[in-house]
Nanobody
Framework: QVQLVESGGGLVQAGGSLRLSCAAS????????MGWFRQAPGKEREFVAV????????YYADSVKGRFTISRDNAKNTVYLQMDSLKPEDTAVYYC??????????????????WGQGTQVTVSS
């Protein structure tokens, strides 16, 4: 059974930084891409970033490009999302997700088969 546990969310002022972590278990972590999504109140869940199984490739939503960095440590079965220069519009619940495919990178919700419980990020102006 796949388990994904996020941590690191919280309240931060605009311009500040947060680092989210997602600890994974129950899967061959080094063989699957990992992603971050977010959902703001009243909005649909949206893609934020994805990293390939090896960590060699990363992709970002235009809204976070240049401000957020996704990374992974396969020895620790953990994926990270470093968020800098945060804006109020980044306020959302952030979800970690594991790809349903082996050694294949996707950016759609349907490409991911396992999800964490989410962690709240609130950016005040």
């Amino acid at each position: 059974q796949v388990q994904l546990v996020e941590s690191g969310g919280g309240l931060v002022q605009a311009g500040g930084s947060l680092r989210l972590s997602c600890a994974a278990s129950g899967l061959i972590f080094s063989s699957v891409a990992m992603g971050w999504f977010r959902q703001a109140p009243g909005k649909e869940r949206e893609f934020v970033a994805v990293i390939s199984w090896s960590g060699d490739s990363t992709y970002y939503a235009d809204s976070v490009k240049g401000r957020f960095t996704i990374s992974r440590d396969n020895a620790k079965n953990t994926v990270y999302l470093q968020m800098d220069s945060l804006k109020p519009e980044d306020t959302a619940v952030y979800y970690c997700a594991a790809s349903r495919w082996v050694r294949r990178v996707g950016v759609r919700s349907g490409d991911f088969g396992s999800w964490g419980q989410g962690t709240q990020v609130t950016v005040s102006s």
